[in-house]
């Protein structure tokens, strides 16, 4: 499922919204995520997961292909953890 | 780092200001929005959106475990698991505000 497709089941669902609407409401969610994390943020959705920042320690790492150590910078990644609820529906829907 | 945790209400709220429905209208679309990528990943669909992230579901094979305090083998069943992979243009985007306010603190 792409995001387009997303956007046109909620549009079924909702005859009342304008497709326009719609593509607002979901870029809405996404950028307000997006948001939270940039600026250091925690994004807990019960029974979805949460969206959380990790910081990575800059370190020395090497180039695999010669070998020449390299500095490589302090980095903050976005991570996800799966919430309960849907880890547990993942293993019974079958 | 504020340290602030975003929940539903502040996404809700986000589209309460940003297109201007209801509050009571703005949760309830969250809400199926949630429900919809759930749904999608629970049947096995990757849902992509771009410039934002990809959801995919894994299949693991059973493998033996450990139980760290014990050190006990323990069999880790097979299961499905969902994994997050962020765009380039999420992760950009983090680092960058990252980086800018790591700048502003040296100053």
Known sequence: MIKSELVQIIANRNPHLFLRDVENIVSAIFEE???????????????????????????TGRNPRTGDAVDVDEKWVPFFKTGKELRERLNNAK | MSGKTVTRADLAEAVYRKVGLSRTESADLVESVLDEICDAIVRGESVKLSSFATFQVRDKNERIGRNPKTGEEVPILPRRVMTFKASNVLKNRILRSHNQRKAKAAK
């Open chain 1, 33 to 59: 995520i997006t948001d939270a994390l940039a600026a250091g943020n925690r994004v807990e959705l019960r029974g979805f997961g949460a969206f959380s920042v990790k910081n990575r320690p800059a370190r």
